[in-house]
T-cell receptor, first 113, second 116 residues
Framework: NAGVTQTPKFRILKIGQSMTLQCAQD?????MYWYRQDPGMGLKLIYY???????DKGEVPNGYNVSRSTTEDFPLRLELAAPSQTSVYFC????????????FGPGTRLTVL | AQKVTQAQTEISVVEKEDVTLDCVYE???????LFWYKQPPSGELVFLIR??????QNEISGRYSWNFQKSTSSFNFTITASQVVDSAVYFC?????????????FGSGTRLLVRP
């Protein structure tokens, strides 16, 4: 199993550009999450999904969109990049079994200039 | 509302010292889960432990131990005989049992520097 994979690892965007951060998991997990980690801070939830076709906002959803057309993939879309979106983005997945942990991807470091 | 507080922003110790990282949480749920994650300089998140609210037994895993006290809403993490490789940011996190999304609420992290 590859676990949770994220692409790209690094990206620099200009203000106003758009991009999609890719996230995929091969563990057949129903639950998937996008978190962002600002410098020196903890992770904050952007969006989450409890299954294919179901998404919901987290704590900091403004400026982002998500979709979940398959169990495996959970892309995060930035439509109009702003400097405030400079952050490290982590995708995570979870089986729903309360005896397990959330599995995190390696992260995408995004800089908006 | 749920909240996790890690009041220690940064801790610096000399190798072989013991160090305790504090975590205080707030939740109204009677069932909840607490976690510790390690984030080494390479940036990935490494799962260390998960504890549910019904299990107040302390846990030891090698040089790591965890002290869960519901009476003080704390879930502290102790590293015994610290090593340079323990240098990392450590996050405490909470997941509410009544929240069917199982999302994690993270503290702001404690940066641990272990000096040789």
């Amino acid at each position: 199993n590859a676990g949770v994979t994220q692409t790209p690892k690094f990206r620099i965007l200009k203000i106003g550009q758009s991009m999609t951060l890719q996230c995929a998991q091969d563990m057949n997990h129903n639950y998937m999450y996008w978190y962002r980690q600002d410098p020196g801070m903890g992770l904050k939830l952007i969006y989450y999904s409890v299954g294919a076709g179901i998404t919901d906002k987290g704590e900091v959803p403004n400026g982002y969109n998500v979709s979940r057309s398959t169990t495996e993939d959970f892309p995060l879309r930035l439509e109009l990049a702003a400097p405030s979106q400079t952050s490290v983005y982590f995708c995570a997945s979870y089986s729903g079994d309360t005896y397990n942990e959330q599995f995190f991807g390696p992260g995408t470091r995004l800089t908006v200039l | 509302a749920q909240k996790v507080t890690q009041a220690q922003t940064e801790i610096s110790v000399v190798e072989k010292e013991d160090v305790t990282l504090d975590c205080v949480y707030e939740t109204r749920d009677t069932t909840y889960y607490l976690f510790w994650y390690k984030q080494p300089p390479s940036g990935e998140l490494v799962f260390l432990i998960r504890r549910n609210s019904f299990d107040e037994q302390n846990e030891i895993s090698g040089r790591y131990s965890w002290n869960f006290q519901k009476s003080t809403s704390s879930f502290n993490f102790t590293i015994t005989a610290s090593q340079v490789v323990d240098s990392a940011v450590y996050f405490c996190a909470l997941s509410g049992g009544m929240d069917s999304s199982y999302k994690l609420i993270f503290g702001s992290g404690t940066r641990l520097l272990v000096r040789p």
